[in-house]
């Protein structure tokens, strides 16, 4: 980067108008400790005006205490306006789907400043260990995942196999290496170092994706072309994003959020971590999985608001053009009307607009209508039927869905019908697939998503012999 590009950056990056802020004290206070610090998305103005007007008490009241004026002497309100306006940049302002209360997020650029001014702060113990071993960890799953040459990987999977054999002996005959507490210390810095980095990187993906859907929007209000045109354009730029590095990683880590197995094992590891005596505990990175799911959730609800705005673009092309019909069929029908009372005087007046003419063998010849024998008589029924059977009905109880959801998922977290189903598989045929489409509790909820589908499989109810497979939408199970 040369002078003119640092100079674009000092006057345009919201993250370095924030260190050149004259309030950056209180802004980086407030806004880390509420929304970093206190792991929080997207809150309301009224939940955050409070919140700061407790803050600008004490510090006015501590200012007051000194002899000198107050500080900070504007309103909450009027002081989040200032730091989510586009000259600021520091909170994003938005309504929720639903919801008429504006909401504040912190920016991506807001984390990067107030991630580097922590990182002026001495650390009392500073881990090189763990890091190592993760440097030689990566350069080993590049070197080894582009190797193509089956020798090659072999011999690398013949070592490893040797130094796991290796360990097995030691520990059946009682030699347990364990990390000692400094070496415990070192990782976990890393760990939670790198859980809160990982946090802010999917805010950073969000806001790019927001910003293509923004994009979006201006070509779609500002088109006036061919509409194939326009769809080309947008669908292209969505597929190249899919189609990044940036796209498939994320993609990689949302499939793996979506694991139960693997989210049970996270949570496992997390809490035998946080049982440690000699660790200082992070209770930010406790919960950081859900964290993460509800960050990739809000990921992908910003790349669908991008499919139904094509939908909406595409339902309103449909509209004009019929309304263009129906002002077109409007336009003939009122000229008819005027000139029904003033009917044009040219053409030729005929007193029989046509002549009816008959041909003798144009008639049918006479044919005998066929004759049908009836049997009226029926025999008395003997067969002795089951009027219960009239009356069965199948009932599906909610209910028992909604316990089966919350025995496999923990709050805060989602995971896809056919997740659920491996664990509970279907006893009531297609009307218990039914019954968990209609669900709608207080803190479980289903999205469908038709850009996509998944295949069910179950028994039928009436024959459990016979395998019977439904073919509907992704269906995404939450649970709030």
């Keep these: 980067m040369d002078f003119h590009a640092f ?12 260190l050149r802020a004259h309030h950056s004290p209180l802004i980086l206070t407030f806004l880390g400790n509420y929304f970093v610090e206190g792991n929080r998305g997207a809150s309301s103005a009224t939940d955050l005006a409070a919140a700061l007007d407790d803050l600008l008490y004490d510090l006015n009241t501590a200012a007051a205490a000194d002899g000198g004026p107050a ?27 639903g919801d008429d209360e504006v909401h504040y997020e912190v920016t991506p650029a807001f984390e990067k400043a107030y991630a580097w001014v922590l990182s002026l702060q001495g650390r009392a113990f500073v881990g090189t260990e763990s890091r190592l071993h993760t440097v030689v960890e990566l350069l080993r799953q590049i070197v080894h995942g582009v190797e193509s040459d089956p020798e090659v990987r072999l011999a690398e999977l013949r070592r490893r196999r040797t130094e796991i054999d290796a360990e097995i002996d030691a520990v059946e005959s009682g030699h347990i290496a364990v990390l000692d507490p400094t070496g415990v210390r070192d990782r976990y810095q890393q760990l939670s170092s790198t859980a809160r980095e990982l946090l802010s990187d999917f805010r950073e993906v969000e806001d790019n994706f927001r910003f293509l859907d923004r994009a979006a929007r201006e070509k779609i209000a500002a088109w006036d072309g061919p509409k194939g045109e326009l769809l080309a354009e947008l669908v292209g730029s969505r597929s190249e994003i899919a189609a990044s590095d940036q796209g498939r990683s994320f993609q990689s880590f949302y499939e793996f959020l979506l694991s139960d197995s693997r989210q049970a094992e996270l949570t496992d590891l997390l809490d035998k971590v946080s049982s440690l005596d000699f660790v200082d505990v992070d209770q930010r990175i406790r919960g950081i999985q859900h964290d993460w799911s509800e960050a990739a959730d809000r990921t992908q609800r910003t790349v669908r608001q991008i499919s139904e705005q094509l939908r909406r673009f595409l339902d309103d092309q449909v509209w004009l053009e019929n309304r263009r019909v129906f002002d077109l069929v409007r336009a ?3 000229t008819a009307l005027e000139l029904r009372g003033d009917t044009p005087d040219f053409g030729l007046d005929v007193d029989q607009p046509g002549i009816e003419i008959a041909l003798p063998f144009e008639r049918p010849l006479y044919q005998q209508p066929a004759s049908a024998t009836v049997e009226s008589h029926v025999e008395q029924a003997t067969e002795d039927l089951d009027a219960e059977l009239l009356f069965t009905q199948t009932f599906v109880d909610q209910a028992r869905l909604a316990a089966n959801i919350r025995a496999i998922m923990p709050e805060r977290s989602s995971a896809l019908l056919s997740d659920v189903v491996g664990m509970y598989p279907i006893e009531q045929g297609a009307a218990e697939i039914v019954g968990y489409l209609a669900l709608d509790d207080d803190d479980v909820s289903i999205d469908i998503d038709d850009s996509d589908e998944t295949l069910l499989e179950y028994p039928d109810p009436n024959d459990p012999d016979t395998i019977r497979r439904a073919r509907l939408p992704r269906v995404t199970v939450r649970r709030r």
């Design 7 to 18: 100079a674009g950056l000092w006057e345009r990056h919201p993250a370095w108008r924030l």
């Design 71 to 97: 500080r900070f002497p504007k309103e909450p309100r009027a002081y989040l306006e200032d730091w989510a306006a586009t000259e600021a940049g520091f909170l994003r302002r938005f309504y929720p789907p």
């Design 332 to 334: 003939v029908e009122s």
